[in-house]
């Protein structure tokens, strides 16, 4: 048996050897997505989209609780409407796929492929908005968007991908800033909260900013390979695409004035920032709010009397203790499914067998720690409880003591050089846009963000690289 288990868990590429190559074996044989023939698409399995309607369900409350609600905008953009933000479409030019035939017949506009739907959804507003009593407007749709990328991975950087996007217009410039980092902390609280990854939030250098905002604000987080992931960002868009889409309303003194806009989003990639915070050589390790399974139940020897009827009893007081509970009663050998639960990242495992009746006891073995752990069948499903939420501590902290053993503080460039190998780099910059250039040409390091939880002071400090006067604090890394 221990040979069969140790052939199973060699199934799966060691991340310390191929970490490129772990990743993709964990989510093929997880069964989380698959390859399509379409370049660059992928087709996420039952598995992983159960981990997206969880991600999806979480964040949705969340943003109602804001007080936005949810509408649905056309996936095809107008040329002519998707060039009047000139900004913009700069940005998003080598990403757009373009729709130009209707059958058999060339169109006479051709239509873009939503990249990101500032343009159509602006336009719609510009129609919507009269009064400031119509204001502000706090709307978020849930959908999928095409960029034409060249180097793709599933989860991560695909060609089309699944997100929400909200959009929201406000009266004043402050009004939008506050929503732009509400909506922040509303990333920061389910990724922390549900996700148990911690990030760090702040703003991005003026070149990594969305195109045409005015401000950009990210949550950052460190995956196990010490490369950064964006997870999330929010705009603030001031009232650059309100001049372009004609976004006006008549104010309280009875002026036309343009509103302020935002728009913030999260995506599927947020799965592989999943993967490579908390995954192993074992497989995957779900956090117990996104696990599609939280408790699975194994019978030993369930061919004996009493042992499956037991395994189904324990399944019914879990199910109404709201967990989401799965009993393996499956042919295939007890090895095997230890090993495919472990893969598949289920926070618990139980297991009962007639010795176990017999004690009036389960055996439960925790995904985070492995510790395995005897506890009594009365008042089972209550602790199992209070372990989902010991289990999502557990994970935070570790990730948290990683990016913190993988964070350096640099006052020199041999620190910064040896920092960027293994992870986050804080460091005093110049905030010039050709030394940030010449620091990624020369590291592979690009600027993450202006923390906005550390003291950025950083007078009477010189940049890293150029030696200038230093402007801000800033964390670098190299990053997917």
Same mark, same amino acid.
């Given at each position: ?19 490129? /190559? ?54 095809? #953009? ?50 919507? #908005? ?69 990030? #760090?939030?702040?703003? /991005? ?18 995956? =196990?390979?010490? !490369? ?11 009232? =650059? ?36 915070? =908390? ?20 019978? #030993? ?35 095997? !499914? ?5 893969? !598949? ?26 510790? /395995? ?66 620091? !990624? ?20 400090? $010189?940049?890293?690289?150029?030696? $200038?006067?230093? /402007? ?9």
């Amino acid at each position: 048996m221990a040979k069969k288990e140790t052939q199973f868990v060699q199934e799966i590429t060691s991340r310390d050897v191929d970490f490129a /190559k772990w990743y993709t074996d964990i989510i093929l044989k997880t069964d989380m997505c698959d390859y399509t023939d379409v370049k660059g698409c992928m087709t996420i399995k039952p598995y992983g989209y159960a981990i997206w309607e969880l991600m999806q369900k979480e964040m949705d409350q969340r943003f109602k609780d804001t007080g936005h609600q949810n509408a649905y905008f056309p996936l095809l #953009i107008p040329e002519s409407m998707l060039m009047k933000e000139a900004e913009h479409v700069e940005g998003f030019a080598p990403e757009v796929a373009w729709v130009t035939h209707g059958g058999n017949e060339k169109l006479q506009e051709r239509l873009a492929i939503r990249p990101t739907s500032e343009t159509i959804i602006g336009t719609m507003y510009s129609k919507w #908005i009269q009064s400031y009593r119509d204001l502000p407007v706090l709307m978020n749709q849930w959908c999928n968007v095409m960029r034409w990328e060249k180097s793709t991975r599933p989860f991560l950087r695909t060609s089309e991908f699944l997100w929400q996007e909200g959009h929201t217009a406000h009266e004043t410039h402050d009004d939008a800033v506050e929503e732009t980092l509400r909506m922040l902390d509303v990333y920061y609280d389910f990724m922390v909260n549900v996700l148990a990854i911690p990030v #760090i939030r702040g703003g /991005k250098s003026e070149s990594e900013r969305f195109a045409g905002a005015e401000a950009t604000y990210t949550c950052e987080a460190l995956m =196990h390979d010490g !490369k950064a992931l964006q997870m999330g960002t929010s705009h603030f868009l001031s009232d =650059h695409f309100a001049r372009a889409y004609d976004i006006k309303y008549l104010s309280r003194e009875g002026k036309q004035e343009y509103c302020y806009t935002t728009s913030w989003g999260t995506s599927t990639r947020m799965i592989g920032g999943l993967i490579m915070v =908390h995954g192993d050589d074992r497989g995957l390790k779900l956090p117990p709010k996104v696990a599609p399974i939280q408790v699975v139940i194994l019978p #030993i020897a369930m061919h004996k009397e009493g042992v499956l009827d037991k395994a189904n009893e324990l399944f019914e007081q879990c199910k109404a203790a709201g967990l989401r509970v799965k009993v393996d009663d499956s042919e295939q050998s007890a090895g095997w !499914k230890f090993n495919q639960w472990e893969m !598949k990242g289920v926070p618990v495992r139980l297991e009962v067998g007639p010795r176990d009746i017999e004690n009036g006891v389960v055996v439960a073995v925790r995904r985070d720690t492995l510790e /395995k752990i005897t506890l009594p069948m009365e008042g089972l499903a209550e602790r199992l409880v209070e372990m989902m939420n010991e289990i999502h501590e557990g994970m935070l902290n570790a990730a948290l003591e990683h990016r913190l053993a993988h964070t350096t503080t640099a006052e020199n460039f041999g620190e910064f050089m040896d920092g960027v190998k293994k992870g986050f780099v804080r460091a005093p910059w110049c905030s010039d846009a050709d030394c940030e250039i010449e620091i !990624k040409c020369i590291t592979g390091a690009s600027t993450r963000c202006k923390p906005m939880e550390e003291d950025t002071n950083v007078e009477g400090c $010189k940049c890293i690289l150029c030696g $200038k006067p230093a /402007k801000t604090l800033m964390y670098f890394a190299r990053a997917y």
